[in-house]
């Protein structure tokens, strides 16, 4: 169907990820797994949503210069992007296949770079 179904996760650059994970922790209770983010229980049709700070000097973002960047959970990677590009975005990359999914990249016209997930296809 090619189409989005929620959030998978919000990421976004910190001057110290390992820090600022902690202060979440002991003050508002977020579980911190072993990469440092918090996942979240939301609903059957997406298993998590991700919290996630990344080192300041990523180039996980890259191309894009924001200091973040959206995951969104779709039930087609490729349909989404072919969606994507004939709005004019900028497709990054080639999708991939992890453990936990499918993935693809697209820039979007302001030049937020936009994680698609899959989480399906694993």
């Known amino acids: 169907m090619a189409r989005i179904i929620g959030l998978g996760g919000v990421f976004f650059k910190s001057k110290n990820p390992d820090f600022l994970a902690k202060w979440y922790q002991e003050h508002l209770e ?3 797994s ?7 229980q939301s609903d059957k ?8 700070p990344f080192r300041e000097d990523t180039s996980y973002f890259d ?7 959206i995951n ?6 490729a349909g989404v992007l072919e969606k994507a590009e004939k709005g ?3 497709i990054e990359g080639d999708i ?3 453990t936990y999914g499918e993935f693809g990249w697209f820039i979007d016209p302001e030049g937020n770079k936009i994680e698609l997930w899959n989480p399906e296809s694993s």
Do not use: N, R
């Open 63 to 69: 191309p894009s210069p924001k200091d973040f960047m």
């Open 96 to 98: 991939q296949k992890e």
């Open 30 to 32: 977020f579980e911190i």
């Open 88 to 90: 004019g975005a900028k």
């Open 34 to 40: 072993d990469f440092c983010g918090a996942t979240f």
């Open 72 to 77: 969104l959970v779709v039930d087609d990677v």
């Open 45 to 52: 049709l997406i298993p998590y949503t991700v919290w996630g």
